[in-house]
């Protein structure tokens, strides 16, 4: 079982809240990703680190940011959250060119 | 930006038959990899390709990596219903220093007794 966790698991909110999805490992990769899938579809890389201090935006445009000031903590903030939040976000972690490792999820919903 | 598309995105088999999802990338990819997606739950992963032309087999699961290092496949011979799910394949770019990881659209596939 991989060593990596999302808190929550579900979160049900109202729009223009502030939010922050947690993600942590204790593997101590030095790369971590942020994912957004919904149902049944496609994983989108929506940000990215490969290292402390080190973070990338990702493949599809987010209104997300991302911080990495310690290599097992790569939180997700959403500063205003709207219903096209509404989605699973997936957190990864993995070591140079080797195999990611995932979180459970969090499911989003923004009512 | 890096683009991976997968072919098909939807797969209906009876089992027994086989099945092929085929990964192929924008860009030369470092190295491809492959996961598995049940439905609910998250990706897990099943193996890695490296080198050009590789082949790997994981008992009725075989893979491989295309010469150019931009397209890949997954064959699964003789499907069960445990085979159900999503299949993805994932892969890093040679510039960047493989930071990124790009996963593919993914193929779903179903099994039907």
């Known amino acids: 079982e991989a060593d990596i966790y999302q808190t929550p698991r579900y979160l049900v909110i109202g729009t223009g809240k502030k939010i922050t999805l947690e993600c942590s490992q204790t593997?101590?990769?030095?790369?971590m990703y942020w994912y957004q899938q919904d149902p049944g579809m496609e994983l989108h890389l929506i940000h990215y680190?490969?290292?402390?201090?080190?973070?990338e935006k990702g493949d599809l445009s987010s209104e997300s940011t991302v911080s990495r000031i310690r290599t097992e903590h790569f939180p997700l903030t959403l500063e205003s959250a709207r219903p096209s939040h509404t989605s699973q976000y997936l957190c990864?972690?993995?070591?140079?060119?080797?195999?990611?490792?995932f979180g459970q999820g969090t499911r989003l919903t923004v009512v | 930006g890096q683009q991976v598309m997968q072919i098909p995105q939807y797969q209906h088999v009876q089992e027994g038959e086989d099945f092929t999802t085929y990964c192929n990338s924008s860009?030369?990819?470092?190295?491809i990899q492959w996961y598995k997606q049940r439905p609910g739950g998250h990706p897990v992963f099943l193996i890695q390709?490296?080198?050009?032309?590789e082949v790997k087999k994981q008992k009725r699961l075989t893979f491989q990596f295309g010469e150019a290092k931009k397209n890949s496949s997954l064959h699964i011979t003789a499907t069960q219903t445990t085979d159900v799910g999503t299949y993805f394949c994932?892969?890093?770019?040679?510039?960047?220093?493989?930071?990124?990881?790009?996963f593919g659209t993914g193929t779903q596939l179903k099994v039907e007794l």
């Open positions: 990864a972690s993995s070591r140079v060119n080797t195999e990611a490792f």
């Open positions: 593997m101590g990769h030095d790369k």
């Open positions: 680190s490969y290292g402390v201090n080190s973070t």
């Open positions: 860009t030369t990819l470092s190295n």
């Open positions: 390709l490296v080198k050009s032309g």
């Open positions: 994932a892969g890093r770019g040679v510039t960047g220093g493989g930071n990124k990881l790009t």
